[in-house]
């Protein structure tokens, strides 16, 4: 019982510094957002579920024992998730923002205070946390989901311009270390959710290899009748057709008649200069 809890200690700092980058990885997300000014091809709901589920969190480790760990990850989460909803609120166009607020107050507000009162008011002792523990679990399996909108726009578009790689790639990572932690704690509503999340999360990095290799291969195309013209001009084996004595006597000819104008043309410039130039020194 005592290495299985050293080992649960272990996985659930593993967790709190994985889940700790996984908070921090949609900064380049908001970076390009603050360079841009602006929120286009960005969706909020993945922030808006993560704030609701890691409030919920905090709710279901006050309600056990043992659960420090989760109060101080979900505790970071809380702070820097209504950072990221907050910024996002002012880079947001006008139809993008009004549908944040909306599903703040359909989720945090409104889902969030419900909880709380129907736990507090029609459970009690263990039936409670386990009521609480089935709803994080259920709505930690949202923010997993969350992401796959921005996977259905990656297929549509066959673009990952709008996917946050890293966000796959650790989210996948604290899947695992959540796992572990909350099957060593025997606590299902932990370790359950973090199994699809794990799927998910592998699904999102094979997408992104795929279709940012086809990306790549797009463009090298596109760019290829470019080169294309280039290497026609330069490459081309084929002579020019050999010219008659009489076409080579023309050209001669047309080559002295050009210099001749050029020359008289020269002259003429001069002449009209010279009696200006007479004048003003007179």
């Not at 609120?89 to 607020?101: D, E, G, H, M, S």
């Not at 008011?121 to 709803?135: P, S």
């Not at 989901?145 to 946050?164: D, F, G, N, Q, W």
Request: aromatic share 14%; net charge positive.
């Amino acid at each position: 019982m005592a290495i299985s809890g050293h080992w649960a200690f272990a996985f659930g700092v593993l967790g709190n510094i994985v889940s700790f980058i996984v908070f921090l990885s949609p900064l380049p997300t908001f970076y390009k957002i603050y360079k841009k000014k602006s929120t286009e091809g960005y969706q909020s709901i993945p922030y808006v579920i993560a704030l609701f589920s890691s409030m919920l969190w905090i709710y279901y480790a006050f309600l056990k024992t043992n659960t420090t760990l989760l109060i101080t990850i979900n505790s970071f989460g809380v702070f820097i998730e209504t950072i990221y909803v907050g910024f996002y609120l002012f880079y947001a166009p006008k139809k993008a923002r009004i549908q944040t607020v909306k599903m703040l107050l359909l989720t945090v507000v409104g889902g969030f205070g419900a909880i709380i009162l129907i736990a507090q008011f029609l459970f009690k002792g263990v039936a409670r946390g386990q009521v609480v523990g089935w709803v994080c679990l259920v709505f930690s399996l949202c923010v997993f989901v969350a992401p796959l909108c921005i996977v259905r726009k990656v297929i549509k578009t066959k673009s990952v311009e709008y996917m946050p790689l890293l966000l796959s790639v650790f989210l996948t990572l604290s899947a695992v270390m959540w796992f572990f932690y909350g099957l060593l704690l025997k606590d299902i509503n932990i370790a359950a959710p973090n199994i699809l999340g794990f799927i998910f999360g592998i699904l999102q990095i094979v997408l992104y290899v795929i279709y940012n290799k086809k990306e790549k291969h797009i463009l090298k195309e596109q760019n290829l009748p470019e080169l294309q013209n280039h290497v026609i001009i330069l490459e081309d084996n084929k002579k020019l057709p050999e010219l008659t004595e009489e076409q080579k006597i023309d050209i001669l000819k047309l080559s002295k008649l050009v210099s001749s104008l050029h020359e008289n043309a020269c002259a003429a410039a001069k002449e009209e200069k010279l009696p200006k130039l007479q004048t003003v020194q007179a």
